[in-house]
């Protein structure tokens, strides 16, 4: 059985323009993710994995093509919506793992981990923070700073932020890169575990062949051409 697909790029493309010259970084790109299930991003530096992850996450506007994410009562449009709807859809609909973890230095983890409940008005959603930080083995951190963790521990913080808000879409540009060996596979693992559980959508931007291994499909992206 084929599930529908939840995120559904259609032919998009993107370029930047540098002074005179025109630097097409995404080419009529199409593919689908479904609920549940995971992508790996793969390529070398400057061929376009994050500009990929930035349209996901609504940041950038399409050349062309559209990208479809399923909600749970309608079907977002990127190209029809304009930016004030798409930062609403990413600040209610999207997690984002960045690869130097993003977290607010000024916060506490565990209220680094609440605060998409917070900006959502989702006092419901307050308590399950600490819970998801507990499943991650950060419960005795809560009250901490996230200067006083490790790499892989506020990574862990930034993983479990990122879920709290239960997203359709979750974006990772390249999550396990400032990490050692085993945070990485700490790290990878419950990014993996924790979407497909959950049925969000995973798309991954990553150098690692064995973090791209564990998604169901992978995407190889090449060095633009001058
Ligand atoms: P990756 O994440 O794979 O390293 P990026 O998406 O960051 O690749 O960059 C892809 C290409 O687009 C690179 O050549 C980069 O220099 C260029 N680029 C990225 N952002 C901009 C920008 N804001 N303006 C101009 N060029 C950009
Ligand atoms: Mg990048």
Redesign the pocket.
Known sequence: MTRASALSVKQISKH?Q?GSRQ?N?ISDLSFNVAAGESLSVM?P???????LLNLLAGLLELDSGDITLALKDESFSYRTANERSRTMLRRQHIGYVYQFFNLVPTLTVLENVRLPARLNNRRDLERHASTLLGEFGLSDRLNDFPNRLSGGEQQRVAVARALLLKPPLLLADEPTGNLDAENSSHVADLLFSSCREQNISLVL?THSNEVAAMADTQLQ?DR?SP
Do not use: F, N
């Not at 530096?45 to 500009?51: C, Q, Y």
């Open positions: 930047y540098d630097i970084v390529g530096s400057g061929s376009g994995k994050s500009t931007a992206l633009q």
